[in-house]
């Protein structure tokens, strides 16, 4: 992946991003782009805010965020939670 297709690639997860903000921000919270892995095609983001310590934070990582972004952008296949 060059460089300009791995900008383009991250543009796309923050506008994505930007659709999920307001539902962690309404609650505190907050989510950043962290990196891609190209190798694994694994994209790394953190939860910030009220989201960090929150016990359902991992249902809504997995079950909201992971499955709304690998769907709009396909060629990630796997979501990591970093902190």
Same mark, same amino acid.
């Given at each position: @992946? !060059? &460089?300009?297709e791995?900008r383009?690639?991250q =543009? +796309? *997860?923050? #506008?994505?991003?930007?659709k999920?903000?307001?539902? %962690? /921000? +309404?609650d505190?919270?907050?989510?950043?782009? *962290? $990196?891609? =892995?190209?190798?694994? #095609?694994?994209? =790394? %983001? $953190?939860? %910030?805010? =009220?989201? /960090?310590?929150?016990? %359902?934070s &991992? @249902? !809504?990582? $997995?079950?909201?965020?992971?499955?709304?972004?690998i769907?709009?952008?396909?060629?990630?296949? $796997?979501?990591? /939670? *970093? +902190?």
């Amino acid at each position: @992946m !060059t &460089s300009e297709e791995h900008r383009i690639l991250q =543009e +796309k *997860v923050e #506008a994505e991003l930007e659709k999920l903000r307001p539902y %962690l /921000q +309404k609650d505190g919270g907050d989510i950043e782009y *962290v $990196r891609f =892995e190209e190798r694994t #095609a694994t994209l =790394e %983001l $953190r939860l %910030l805010g =009220e989201c /960090q310590g929150c016990p %359902l934070s &991992s @249902m !809504t990582f $997995r079950g909201g965020i992971e499955r709304h972004i690998i769907h709009f952008i396909p060629e990630i296949r $796997r979501i990591e /939670q *970093v +902190k």
